[in-house]
């Protein structure tokens, strides 16, 4: 949808603009989801890889974590499997160990979802 992807580049660019670093890494992130979303997964990766390298500069393991969710979800879009289960692993165990627990909760459910969509029940439940 296009109003929803100007959206998100708009915060991205607010961001940059006033030069709050976290909300770039963010900002970049969202962006890389919904380049996901609208199926530009070439996008997506450049800018998923952007918001990773963007919150290790920060040192913020919460912003990590958000970043490692997105980059998840985009290795689940292309069909990288075993990464975008690994991937949400660690961002369920980065929040876990930081104590959002609404966003472990989205991990984790997360995680569920991508194991049973590789047909791994076992492992899910």
Same mark, same amino acid.
């Given at each position: 949808d296009e109003e929803f992807f100007l !959206?998100?580049?708009s915060g991205l660019?607010? %961001?940059e603009r006033s030069g709050?670093?976290?909300a770039v890494a963010q900002g970049m992130s969202g962006l890389a989801v919904a380049c996901d979303v609208l199926g530009l997964a070439w996008l997506a990766a450049r800018y998923h890889q952007r918001a990773v390298t963007a919150a290790d500069a920060l040192g913020d393991v919460v912003i990590r %974590?958000? %970043?490692?969710f997105g980059r998840a979800l985009? !290795?689940?879009y292309i069909g990288a499997w075993s990464e975008a289960t690994s991937g #949400?692993? &660690?961002?369920a &165990? #980065?929040?876990?160990?930081? &104590?959002?627990?609404?966003e472990r909760g989205v991990a984790e459910a997360?995680? $569920?979802?991508?194991?049973? #969509?590789? &047909? !791994?029940?076992?492992? $899910?439940?």
């Open positions: !959206d998100v580049l660019n607010w %961001a709050i670093r976290p %974590a958000s %970043a490692a985009h !290795d689940a #949400m692993r &660690g961002a &165990g #980065m929040f876990r160990a930081h &104590g959002k627990l609404r997360t995680l $569920a979802l991508l194991l049973i #969509m590789r &047909g !791994d029940l076992h492992e $899910a439940s």
